[in-house]
């Protein structure tokens, strides 16, 4: 069975960092479209970063631009969410999300919408404290 479990989250100072990992099981981040979603209490489901390994096009949510990225050490098996100069608003349930390109899709078409995402981990905690 395909699975995704997203690991690393934990209770972080305002100003601090953590990074998070996200580990496929029987599945290849190598040709997929790759999310990061986060959940507040009372709030919508949210796209934080949206990407492929082997391309330029990165999709943030205005929120976490110039603070949150992904990693070079990205691998068919784990990507990472790197989170920097963390914000109170930041707590939430952190979790991965993954869909299989097609061979004639173009990443510049997708969208960071959760409905592109047919595979969803498990979501790891984050608490940011002010």
């Known amino acids: 069975d395909v699975q995704l479990q997203a690991s690393g989250g934990g209770l972080v100072q305002a100003g601090g960092s953590l990074t998070l990992s996200c580990a496929a099981s029987?599945?290849?981040?190598?040709?997929?479209?790759i999310g990061w979603f986060r959940q507040a209490p009372g709030k919508e489901r949210e796209g934080v970063l949206c990407?492929?390994?082997?391309?330029?096009?990165?999709l943030y949510a205005d929120s976490v631009k110039g603070r949150f990225t992904t990693s070079s050490r990205n691998t068919k098996n784990t990507v990472y969410l790197q989170m920097n100069d963390m914000k109170p608003e930041d707590t939430a349930v952190y979790t991965c999300?993954?869909?299989?390109?097609?061979?004639?899709?173009?990443?510049?078409?997708?969208?960071?919408?959760?409905?592109?995402?047919?595979?969803w981990g498990h979501g790891t905690q984050v608490t940011v404290s002010s």
């Open positions: 990407f492929a390994l082997n391309d330029r096009q990165r």
């Open positions: 999300a993954a869909e299989p390109l097609f061979s004639d899709e173009r990443v510049s078409d997708l969208t960071c919408m959760d409905y592109e995402f047919g595979h």
């Open positions: 029987d599945f290849t981040f190598e040709r997929a479209w």
